[in-house]
């Protein structure tokens, strides 16, 4: 590997010389400067990355981690991470941890040795039933700031993205009452989860403020050794008045649309849909499912511009919490 030492004897000049010029210091002549950038091109010489950073004590890298890529959010969510590092002049490694509190401890003890200046991390299922937080609150402790999105902890003294999850499942369940819906169920693959917890509480309370409606409240959660589609499957045969489901998680409100019209319910004349999907599966849809949008460039961007400014001023105590607004799109399965 040619350093900058090989550069310095080869032109005879000192180590300080040939920084300064591949640098354009205006220390150095323009002459110097155009001779030190020809040798090194002509060397293929590049900077030792790791030695600069540990000079600077800075990397310029951000580590990410995220619970589950085939999930369409998480990975939505990545790509904007990505995009507004690469524009604010940072580079990421992405870690998984497959909804494994042990890999999200591996990842975070792997990048915490200098390899990343802070992190940017969804919890993983694990981490957050079990609600055993302290390998997180442990590199906190070591001054490596942390931004945590989608999924968070109370327990957690770090900045955070989120979207308003109670709001979101609440204007959702309105929405369904003002069409005039007398048995709403609602469907979730994230019982466990604090966006799940919340989510259900959203349906919960938009019900409760329905002096009209008379109906219980009908929540229901995938089963361990039960597919989604046995689940939803059963939900029919046990609610035969069913006019209404909310679904909030990724896959059971188009899971659920394609049962009802195997069924033979007329969308959403008897039925009316709503789910928390993204655009990605709009297109396999007939009627186009109405979703909650989640905004998930926007909380993928929020949370690089977060971490970034907590780089940038590490002598503020001040922690926050960014709360992204969803948006209720309205199509084909709702009136």
């Given at each position: 590997m040619v350093t900058l030492k090989h550069l310095a004897e080869q032109l005879n000049v000192s180590i300080s010389t040939v920084s300064k010029a591949?640098?354009?210091?205006?220390?150095?002549?323009?002459?110097?400067?155009e001779r030190v950038k020809a040798l090194a091109k002509f060397l293929n010489y590049k900077p030792n990355r790791l030695a600069v950073s540990l000079k600077n004590s800075k990397t310029n890298?951000?580590?990410?981690?995220?619970?589950?890529?085939?999930?369409?959010?998480?990975?939505?969510?990545?790509?904007?991470?990505?995009?507004?590092?690469?524009?604010?002049?940072?580079?990421?490694?992405?870690?998984?941890?497959?909804?494994?509190?042990?890999?999200?401890?591996?990842?975070?003890?792997?990048?915490?040795?200098?390899?990343v200046d802070g992190f940017i991390m969804s919890m993983a299922q694990e981490t957050q039933v079990a609600n055993k937080v302290d390998h997180i609150n442990a590199?906190?402790?070591?001054?490596?700031?942390?931004?945590?999105?989608?999924?968070?902890?109370?327990?957690?003294?770090?900045?955070?993205?989120?979207?308003?999850?109670?709001?979101?499942?609440?204007?959702?369940?309105?929405?369904?009452?003002?069409?005039?819906?007398k048995h709403i169920v609602l469907v979730s693959d994230i019982d466990e989860l604090s966006v799940g917890?919340?989510?259900?509480?959203?349906?919960?309370?938009?019900?409760?403020?329905?002096s009209n409606y008379t109906s219980e409240p009908v929540v229901v959660t995938t089963k361990k050794g039960k597919?989604?589609?046995?689940?939803?499957e059963q939900l029919f045969i046990d609610n035969s008045h069913i006019d209404a489901i909310i679904s909030?998680?990724?896959?059971?409100?188009?899971?659920?649309?394609?049962?009802?019209?195997?069924?033979?319910?007329?969308?959403?004349?008897?039925l009316s849909i709503i789910g928390f999907?993204?655009?990605?599966?709009?297109?396999?849809?007939?009627?186009k499912l109405s979703t909650v949008s989640q905004h998930t460039l926007d909380i993928g961007?929020?949370?690089?511009?977060?971490?970034?400014?907590?780089?940038?001023?590490?002598?503020?105590?001040?922690?926050?919490?960014?709360?992204?607004?969803?948006?209720?799109?309205?199509?084909g399965t709702t009136l």
């Open positions: 591949l640098h354009d210091s205006d220390e150095i002549s323009p002459d110097t400067i890298t951000i580590g990410v981690i995220v619970p589950n890529i085939l999930n369409h959010f998480f990975a939505k969510a990545l790509f904007a991470i990505e995009q507004e590092a690469t524009k604010q002049g940072y580079n990421i490694i992405t870690c998984l941890s497959n909804e494994l509190q042990s890999k999200e401890i591996n990842s975070l003890q792997l990048l915490s040795n200098g390899s590199i906190l402790s070591q001054n490596i700031p942390i931004v945590l999105f989608d999924r968070v902890s109370e327990d957690i003294d770090c900045d955070k993205v989120i979207i308003d999850d109670f709001g979101a499942a609440y204007e959702a369940t309105k929405h369904l009452l003002s069409e005039g819906r917890k919340l989510r259900t509480s959203g349906y919960l309370e938009a019900l409760s403020e329905a597919s989604i589609e046995e689940v939803i909030i998680d990724n896959t059971t409100g188009v899971i659920a649309l394609q049962k009802a019209l195997n069924l033979n319910f007329s969308i959403p004349k008897e999907s993204d655009e990605n599966v709009l297109q396999f849809t007939n009627p961007k929020a949370s690089v511009k977060m971490l970034i400014n907590n780089l940038n001023d590490k002598t503020s105590v001040n922690r926050t919490t960014k709360t992204i607004k969803t948006k209720l799109v309205l199509r």
